[in-house]
């Protein structure tokens, strides 16, 4: 499916009805990565309309010559929500690293109408050069498996993934590999150096908030880190974290079972007051 914003033609997915349920991926990612996650949290859960977006100049969609930097990212994802489900529906929303960092800025601009937001790994420091990273370890790696691996997937593959198997591999060719491959270069690196962060962070904008947010942060995550999430946490007063042993910045496909678990949960804990009330 295609919706035009901003004269730019924006790659979706979507299934299911009901409530609307936004996810949004990380920086030079796809919907496939997210699509693939979160679908198995719907299996008992079938009254949520999911909408897969690829952002600009990722995936499916091409550049937008309007978004020059990360606010105006977030400002073209709001008038696709807008355009996609109306301007008054409220949603949920999910966001993987870049895609968390979104989610950040939604709750302060659309608290309103955000009934929930779910944070994987997200970006808390936009300046990489600057974030609090662990020691990176592996959980398990199948060396033997490793061995067989072609030379041109095997670099990315362990640098980044903490469980090292035949499933996290696959997952990793069949999601991360094709928008690796497929992302605009030159458009993201130009929004890198123009503006990568905030110009103001979410956290001063909105002060403290109410909205329900559970954070999923992996405890191996060379990518984004854990500890400058942990310290934006008092901002959330009803927040719900996950610090996972083992776990890096793809906890999502490393942990599956857990992942959906966690998330499938915090859902049901929010909904179900709703429809007893």
């Not at 270069?185 to 110009?199: P, Q």
Request: proline share 6%; with cysteine.
């Amino acid at each position: 499916m295609t919706a035009t914003v901003w004269d730019t033609p924006v790659y979706y997915e979507e299934l299911g009805k009901g409530t609307p349920v936004v996810a949004l991926h990380g920086w030079t990612g796809s919907h496939l990565h997210m699509r693939e996650s979160i679908e198995p949290v719907f299996n008992l859960l079938s009254h949520h309309r999911r909408i897969y977006p690829d952002l600009p100049g990722m995936g499916d969609t091409p550049r937008c010559e309007r978004i020059k930097n990360t606010d105006d990212m977030l400002d073209f994802v709001i008038a696709f929500i807008d355009q996609v489900i109306g301007s008054d529906t409220p949603f949920f929303v999910i966001g993987h690293s870049y895609g968390g960092y979104l989610v950040r800025g939604l709750i302060s601009k659309l608290r309103d109408r955000v009934l929930g937001g779910v944070l994987i790994c997200p970006v808390s420091n936009p300046v990489h050069e600057n974030r609090l990273l662990p020691k990176f370890t592996t959980g398990f790696t199948n060396y033997q498996f490793l061995e067989s691996i072609p030379q041109q997937h095997r670099e990315g593959f362990t640098k980044t993934m903490v469980i090292q198997n035949q499933y996290t591999f696959n997952r990793y060719l069949d999601e991360i590999v094709p928008a690796e491959e497929a992302y605009d270069a030159d458009y993201l690196a130009d929004i890198l150096h123009r503006g990568y962060g905030y110009a103001v962070t979410p956290e001063e904008r909105f002060g403290f908030c109410d909205t329900p947010t559970l954070f999923l942060l992996g405890k191996q995550d060379n990518v984004v880190g854990f500890a400058e999430t942990l310290s934006l946490l008092s901002y959330y007063r009803k927040h719900s974290v996950l610090l996972l042993e083992n776990a890096g910045h793809n906890l999502d496909i490393e942990h599956p079972n857990i992942f959906c678990e966690m998330v499938k949960s915090w859902l049901w804990e929010l909904e179900v007051p709703q429809q007893n009330g």
